[in-house]
């Protein structure tokens, strides 16, 4: 497989950098400060605003984009480079406009999206100017099958009834969050992955009920968050569905393969900035006589983090680059792969470093904490690890049945 990056991302690489180190990381407990200090934890902090203008003004805006006519034009091998970057801070990836779900929703509107459709949602999406969810995963059913969907999309002359309970719909509950990529059923009796269809639904239609927030491990996530919304009797117009009744499967399909990627190369850059923390926290502290990086254990964790660290990078290049290459089907088992060990090594890394921190490991004056949680859902997020492990074993069993 390939280890170096084009020209063009090269340059990025070292834009992005300087600019994390310039503007993020030092803006980050500043963010927080204004959150805090607002009105509603629900409205938008000052600071993510003025970053969002100066990435924009410094050439770093979009960067997730592959489809010819919307600017920056990366494949999913160079962007990884830079996914890995920003996922170095949790409030990194909104700067950049690079934040999920956003960015799924932006690639399924240009890809499947009508010229009206493009006009009315996806350019104010490119642009930053308004924000949305995507509406898949329901309480009352294993939803990582997503043929087991039980909301219903029915057609009234020129009109879609929609019923349905869904959650974990991230970005919901952002006051900027506008429409609603949205996955149901208009063929319950048709084809097992020809049944669902995805709908556009603005949030302030009538009968979209946000019926509450959901934290994670405690943390809310604001002003972002994840809500559980009802949906009861909407309407909305036939002219809102994208691309076709009947492939909103293939559609969600198409949008999880690069965003497993993205998941992964952040899950990576996290991992990486825990071992940097780790490593200056064990430099300047001193335990029974003797720094702590000076002990045989430190040296040892330290060695295992890096060790599985450069593993789970060289793994999901590998997949991006044949999902390049070959296609997302061709790339399944690679995706599949990563998916389980890039939040599992994550996870690890993180807390090797937490239990060098000792007490200030799980406080909220060191990142590390934050990044644990959110590590630990992305074992669930986009699929469970069981299912990509079942998948994985089925394909590796083809090669020789």
């Not at 239609?205 to 994840?226: C, M, N, Q, S, W």
């Not at 790339?331 to 470093?353: F, T, Y």
Request: hydrophobic share 40%; glycine share 6%.
């Amino acid at each position: 497989m390939l280890t170096t990056v084009s020209n063009k991302t090269s340059e990025l690489q070292g834009k992005l950098i300087t600019f994390m180190e310039e503007y993020i990381y030092p803006n980050e407990e500043l963010y927080e400060k204004q959150l805090n200090a607002m009105e509603s934890r629900w409205n938008i902090p000052p600071i993510m605003e003025e970053l969002k203008e100066r990435a924009k003004e410094h050439g770093l805006w979009n960067l997730f984009n592959r489809e010819e006519g919307y600017g920056t034009t990366l494949s999913n091998y160079d962007y990884a480079h830079l996914c890995e970057i920003m996922g170095r801070s949790l409030i990194a990836p909104e700067v950049f406009n690079c934040n999920a779900p956003d960015t799924g929703n932006m690639e399924v509107l240009m890809k499947y999206g009508t010229d009206e459709q493009k006009e009315k949602w996806l350019n104010p999406l490119l642009d930053g100017s308004i924000r949305s969810c995507f509406t898949m995963t329901e309480p009352d059913v294993a939803s990582s099958d997503a043929t087991n969907i039980q909301s219903h999309i029915v057609r009234e002359g020129d009109e879609y009834v929609i019923n349905a309970k869904k959650w974990w719909s991230s970005g919901a509950m952002d006051p900027r969050c506008d429409i609603a990529i949205f996955m149901g059923k208009t063929d319950p009796h048709g084809p097992r992955h020809e049944q669902q269809s995805m709908v556009l639904v603005p949030m302030d239609t009538p009968g979209v009920e946000i019926k509450r927030h959901l934290p994670v491990f405690g943390y809310d996530h604001a002003p972002h968050g994840h809500a559980e919304i009802h949906f009861n009797d909407v309407r909305v117009p036939v002219s809102n569905l994208i691309y076709k009744e009947g492939k909103g499967f293939e559609i969600a399909q198409s949008r999880l393969g690069p965003g497993r990627i993205h998941h992964c190369m952040r899950a990576i850059g996290a991992a990486e900035r825990a071992i940097e923390l780790l490593c200056r926290r064990a430099a300047e502290r001193e335990a029974f006589g003797t720094p702590l990086a000076e002990k045989g254990v430190i040296r040892e964790i330290v060695a295992e983090s890096r060790m599985e660290i450069d593993q789970a990078r060289l793994l999901t290049l590998h997949a991006a680059q044949k999902m390049d290459q070959e296609g997302a089907k061709a790339a399944r088992k690679e995706i599949a792969m990563i998916k389980v060990i890039a939040p599992r090594i994550s996870l690890n890394v993180i807390d090797r470093a937490i239990q060098v921190f000792g007490g200030a490991g799980v406080t909220e004056d060191f990142p590390l904490a934050a990044h644990w949680a959110n590590a630990r859902t992305l074992r669930i997020v986009d699929g469970p690890d069981q299912v990509h492990l079942r998948d994985i074993g089925k394909l590796e069993f083809k090669k020789y049945l």
